[in-house]
Every structure is written in structure tokens, then in C-alpha cells.
């Protein structure tokens, strides 16, 4: 199974700004309260290419699972590795160019690969109307591809043989009370599809309401105002460590 969404976007704040606010979305939830299930970030690399003059950026976030507990309990642990701390790793690259106007980033999670991979890439570019435009403003258009590699590998073991999903994966040795025996391979890709696709809509409403939010107190405070809330947070956090 695959499955892609894409939704198209426009901030009312120029360009510099807004790919501030992107690399800013995670740092608080003082500065960004959509992102209290983000429970850190870390940046792994950073370079300025000199041929280029892009900055490339690799980060990686750790995040609260989305995957709902029910389903957790459902799927076999061979799936879901075993993870009983309900997190997931989500790595994040990016590339900006400030001359040309336009970044570029991808982010895909690193857990539950074997039951759904989640792959997000955003192009944020100047319109090409800026020049006339009154107040300049930053288009983004988002795309996320979802693979069921878990219906996938039940079609492929299922062959081009009417066999069933039971006699595939017996309850007894997966797990799970015989869910996936039940459900065969349409209703698995059908309940992931369901599952990935009402997610996203959610999330992509809540990451763009949090980048419009660090963007107002951009406006209002400056970049210095959003860092002394992001020390501050840090501080915080350094405390009960």
C-alpha cells in the first residue's frame, strides 16, 4: 500500500523568517505549545556548502508514538520491536537556500518501519511574484507518502494462492489475538491506510498552527525574544535532570 497527501499553504511572513520558525518549532512548548509531544531534539550536522552557500542540516527528534495503544497491544512485538516506551525516532534533513529562496526538508520515522513508513517532504520557496506583491509572503507545499510495508508483506507471503491470512500468521506465534488472521491483507493495508491518513490531517493542521504561532511572536518579540524563551526552556529542562 501506498498512500500520498499533499496540502499547499502560505504564510504571511518572508522568507528568513519562516525558515527560522521552522528549525525554532520544537525547541519549547513555551514557544510552541503544539509541540508538547516532542520530547527532544538534537542536531547531528550542520554545514554551509561553500560551492553552493546552502546550509545542510540533519536532525533527529524524538517524539511520543502516535501509534494508538490499542493497536499497539494488537500488533505482534516482531512488528513493533518490542517498544514499550511509546516513542518514536523521527529523523529531519534539510537544505536552505537563502540566495535563490527556497528550502527544502524531508523527515521519516525511524520506529515502527515495519508496520507503516511515514515519509514528509516540504518545499518552502519565495513566490515568484514577490517583487510585486505589497508584503512578502512564503509558499509551502507539503507531501507525505505512507508505505504499508505490513500489508505488504502479507500480500507478497500470500502469493497468487487463494491461501488465507490465518494459516500466514498464526495468532499463537505473532501475537495479538489472531487481529491480523481476521483482518487478511485488504483489511490490514485498509485499517493502516484509515490510520495514517486521519493522523496526518491532524498533525499537519497542528504543525501549521504552531509555525504560525512561533511567527506572530517572532513579529512581536524579534529573534531575540523566541531565543531568551528558548534558554529558557533549556534551563528548565538542564533542572530536573
Keep these: 500500500m501506498v ?53 545542510h542540516t540533519t536532525r533527529i527528534h524524538l517524539k511520543k508514538s ?15 520491536g518490542g517498544a514499550s516506551d511509546k516513542a518514536s525516532y523521527i ?10 529562496g527556497w528550502m527544502s526538508t524531508e523527515s521519516r520515522n525511524l520506529n515502527f518501519v515495519g508496520v507503516l513508513s511515514v515519509v514528509e517532504k516540504q518545499l518552502y520557496k519565495v513566490p515568484a511574484e514577490q517583487n510585486t506583491a ?27 494462492q487463494p491461501q488465507t491470512a490465518a494459516a500466514l500468521v498464526p495468532a499463537q506465534q505473532e501475537g495479538g489475538g489472531g487481529w491480523l488472521a481476521r483482518l487478511g491483507a485488504r483489511g490490514v493495508q485498509r485499517s493502516i491506510e484509515s490510520l ?17 504561532i512561533i511567527l506572530e511572536r517572532l513579529r512581536q518579540t524579534g529573534i531575540m525574544g523566541a531565543l531568551e524563551l528558548r534558554k529558557m526552556a533549556r534551563e528548565r529542562a538542564a533542572e530536573t535532570v
Design 66 to 80: 502516535k501509534m494508538p495503544p490499542a493497536v499497539m497491544k494488537l500488533l505482534p512485538t516482531s512488528l513493533t
Design 134 to 160: 505589497p508584503n512578502p509572503t512564503t509558499d509551502v507545499e507539503t507531501t507525505v507518502v505512507f508505505r504499508s510495508r505490513l500489508g505488504e508483506r502479507i500480500r507478497d507471503r500470500l502469493g497468487p
Design 91 to 100: 529523523l529531519e534533513t534539510s537544505v536552505v537556500d537563502m540566495r535563490e
Design 196 to 212: 495514517a491518513s486521519t493522523k496526518t490531517i491532524d498533525q499537519l493542521s497542528k504543525s501549521r498552527e504552531g509555525m504560525r
Design 3 to 55: 498512500l500520498t497527501h499533499t496540502t499547499k499553504d502560505t504564510y504571511t511572513h518572508p522568507f528568513p523568517t519562516v525558515t527560522l520558525a521552522y528549525f525554532l518549532r520544537y525547541c519549547s512548548p513555551q514557544l510552541n505549545p503544539f509541540a508538547t509531544h516532542v520530547l527532544s531534539t538534537d542536531t547531528i550536522s550542520s554545514h554551509v556548502d561553500p560551492d553552493t552557500g546552502r546550509l
